[in-house]
């Protein structure tokens, strides 16, 4: 190898390298799946990181992690299953599931790393006023890394909006 080969290929690593250390650290993902489509996500983004490397998030960030607009939307037919895998690192902790702000199951999720939900019932809400059951066209998928349902123990964020199909 000739000497400016060798100065070409030093000079490349050490940029490469470079790059690398000025790069954040990928957040843990969240996956939607129906079907045969999935779509997957990173922390939401409100004009603040709604994940902080496992921190705890100020209460806060974490109210405007929950009214950021999410990045990833999917199509969902009634009667559908929706299945929501998390990395392992969220499990840990362990996390919730909102369909906009209703938990859905209302427990944490421990050390499990997959759920599954009936679409329909993520499409329906009880009107607080008559009790009675309101169709909806969309609905904000928030799953939270939170060690409780109190909201004071929140470490991330991730949003997908489902859009009802038809």
């Not at 490469?16 to 779509?39: E, N």
């Not at 705890?56 to 990045?71: D, E, G, H, V, Y």
Request: with cysteine.
């Amino acid at each position: 190898m000739s000497i400016r080969r060798a100065v070409t290929a030093i000079g490349a690593l050490s940029l490469g390298l470079v790059a690398l250390t000025a790069c954040d650290k990928p957040t843990p993902l969240a996956t939607v799946t129906v079907g045969t489509k999935s779509v997957t996500a990173e922390a939401a983004t409100a004009g603040v990181k709604c994940y902080e490397n496992g921190k705890k998030l100020q209460r806060t960030i974490f109210q405007a992690c929950l009214a950021a607009a999410p990045k990833h939307h999917m199509t969902v037919g009634i009667g559908d299953r929706v299945r929501i895998g998390v990395d392992p690192k969220i499990a840990k902790k362990g996390w919730l599931i909102a369909a906009d702000n209703q938990l859905n199951p209302p427990e944490v999720l421990k050390d499990k790393t997959y759920w599954s939900l009936d679409s329909t019932s993520l499409f329906e809400e009880q009107d607080p006023q008559t009790g009675q059951t309101v169709h909806l066209k969309e609905v904000i998928l928030n799953i939270v890394e939170s060690s409780d349902t109190s909201g004071d123990n929140t470490y991330g964020v991730w949003k997908i909006k489902l859009v009802k199909a038809g």
